[in-house]
């Protein structure tokens, strides 16, 4: 058996935090991966306690750690008393690492099909910031220029397959300026580039009273227990089945450190509530009101070995009463209400779960809004239909105030989430790869690995010639490279 401890993930408050875009509603997280060195080299036995200052709660990497058949680590949280303060204050004495403190912000900017652009992205009181240009088109020899307060980089088409996020820029603000081979009446091809600003990744944390959609004058939520849903990062996500969650596309895409907390409470849950996001399954969109969705599927709990949908259901007495169901859109607002019920901020008992329960008010093609009370962290809460007694869709943004408006998410039924959520409920157990194919092409080959289907890499069309464009045609089935 080795035992060996290389990072350490905690949560501390951040001393500076900002209000921005009041309608996208993901709580306030501010978390670090510390650098941690220990070692028990090979051996039968061992213990070490790891601990950090006025950290709220802690959680080890042990991915390099080796156990022996029969072996087993046992994680023991302990009060402050157990180390002295004299080891603690030591701990991290050689590692300087500062504290993370960042938010992946939505943002609106897309110039169309054009030759020439320029925009200012501007986030006030941001000490960095980095644009999300993952939807931009570059045209052959077209490029972009990010101008920054003491830097500025060029981006190529070449540039963009490999890595759609422009660098990280100091200061608060940065230009963009597209620019065309030939000039935009010169010598060009003929091809027109897009410029599209889809997210911004700032240094700095969500405030406690971001997105505070509150319906009228007062927070009308109340205490809630729905063993359904469970608290997952700065947001909300819920369960569709044994194993399928859902939650909103803006939150992030889950890493191995994620977990979702099913817990009532405002702290953390126990080991035996918290589950691991089986990464490989997930797939979001963060595309904005109406396309705005994030669906994957859960680990079994690493302490019970039971699948969360089956944990849950125990609590509640029933077979399946541990998640939603699914069902149609109303065809019309006419006595029809929504509950949102998520794990929002607010001034008591922050981030432990409420509900609240308001009108239909508008349906649309691939967004409904309504107007239940929300706050930041109520991103990814389902849309539940009341009298249906089913979810119709996932809650993304606020809109709400003391005078009006409303708040908002995306459709169950919109097409693409609808069939990622169908793919994950659908096809959750293999025998062979063509139990997996989903019938697309461009998204690669998928595969059966120990029951379960596992996607695989996007189909790659870059030819090397910066001259050419790189097309998956799906109709097709082929790569195109065009000049």
């Known amino acids: 058996m080795k035992l060996h401890l290389n990072k350490l993930l905690f949560l501390l408050s951040a001393a500076s935090k900002s209000s921005l875009f009041a309608d996208a509603q993901v709580a306030p997280v501010c978390e670090s991966l510390q650098p941690f060195t220990y070692d028990s080299g090979d051996t039968k036995a061992a213990t070490t306690i790891v601990s950090y200052d006025d950290a709220p709660w802690i959680q080890l990497d042990l991915s390099d750690s080796q156990l022996a058949n029969g072996a087993q680590l046992t994680i023991t949280g302990v009060s402050s008393s157990s180390s002295s303060a004299a080891s603690k204050s030591s701990l991290f004495a050689d590692a300087q690492v500062a504290d993370v403190c960042e938010s992946l912000q939505p943002f609106t900017y897309d110039s169309g099909d054009t030759k020439a652009a320029t925009t200012d992205v501007s986030i006030d009181k941001a000490p960095w910031i980095q644009l999300d240009l993952s939807d931009s088109q570059l045209a052959a020899g077209a490029q972009l220029t990010i101008v920054g307060d003491t830097a500025s980089q060029v981006i190529t088409s070449n540039d963009l397959a490999s890595n759609g996020f422009s660098a990280v820029f100091d200061g608060s603000s940065v230009r963009v300026e597209l620019s065309s081979r030939g000039g935009v009446r010169g010598n060009g091809n003929g091809n027109t580039s897009r410029v599209v600003v889809s997210n911004v990744k700032v240094g700095l944390c969500r405030d406690d009273g971001i997105a505070n959609s509150i319906c009228g004058d007062l927070d009308d939520r109340i205490p809630s227990t729905d063993v359904r849903m469970g608290r997952i990062g700065g947001c909300t996500g819920w369960l569709i089945s044994e194993d399928v969650f859902i939650q909103a596309g803006h939150c992030g895409t889950p890493s191995s450190s994620t977990r979702i907390h099913f817990v009532f409470g405002t702290g953390n849950?126990?080991?035996?509530?918290?589950?691991?996001?089986?990464?490989?399954?997930?797939?979001?969109?963060?595309?904005?009101?109406?396309?705005?969705?994030?669906?994957?599927?859960?680990?079994?709990?690493?302490?019970?070995?039971?699948?969360?949908?089956?944990?849950?259901?125990?609590?509640?007495?029933?077979?399946?009463?541990?998640?939603?169901?699914?069902?149609?859109?109303?065809?019309?607002?006419?006595?029809?209400?929504?509950?949102?019920?998520?794990?929002?901020?607010?001034?008591?008992?922050?981030?432990?779960?409420?509900?609240?329960?308001?009108?239909?008010?508008?349906?649309?093609?691939?967004?409904?809004?309504?107007?239940?009370?929300?706050?930041?962290?109520?991103?990814?809460?389902?849309?539940?239909?009341?009298?249906?007694?089913?979810?119709?869709?996932?809650?993304?943004?606020?809109?709400?105030?003391?005078?009006?408006?409303?708040?908002?998410?995306?459709?169950?039924?919109?097409?693409?989430?609808?069939?990622?959520?169908?793919?994950?409920?659908?096809?959750?157990?293999?025998?062979?790869?063509?139990?997996?194919?989903?019938?697309?092409?461009?998204?690669?080959?998928?595969?059966?690995?120990?029951?379960?289907?596992?996607?695989?890499?996007?189909?790659?069309?870059?030819?090397?010639?910066?001259?050419?464009?790189?097309?998956?045609?799906?109709?097709?089935?082929?790569?195109?490279?065009?000049?």
């Open 269 to 483: 849950a126990a080991p035996e509530d918290q589950y691991a996001v089986d990464v490989t399954s997930y797939q979001g969109v963060n595309g904005g009101v109406g396309n705005d969705w994030g669906a994957g599927r859960l680990f079994p709990n690493s302490v019970t070995g039971k699948l969360p949908g089956v944990a849950q259901s125990e609590k509640c007495g029933s077979s399946g009463c541990g998640w939603f169901n699914l069902g149609p859109v109303p065809s019309t607002t006419s006595g029809n209400n929504i509950r949102i019920t998520g794990y929002g901020t607010a001034a008591v008992e922050s981030r432990s779960q409420k509900t609240h329960v308001g009108a239909l008010t508008t349906i649309e093609p691939t967004y409904i809004r309504y107007v239940p009370d929300t706050t930041g962290g109520n991103s990814g809460s389902p849309v539940f239909h009341e009298e249906g007694g089913y979810a119709i869709g996932v809650h993304t943004h606020g809109g709400c105030s003391a005078t009006g408006g409303s708040n908002q998410g995306t459709r169950i039924d919109k097409p693409e989430f609808a069939a990622h959520v169908e793919y994950l409920l659908g096809l959750g157990d293999c025998e062979q790869d063509s139990d997996c194919d989903d019938g697309v092409f461009c998204n690669g080959v998928e595969v059966c690995e120990a029951g379960r289907c596992v996607y695989g890499a996007p189909v790659t069309c870059d030819d090397g010639l910066a001259c050419t464009d790189d097309i998956c045609n799906e109709d097709a089935e082929v790569c195109e490279n065009p000049a």
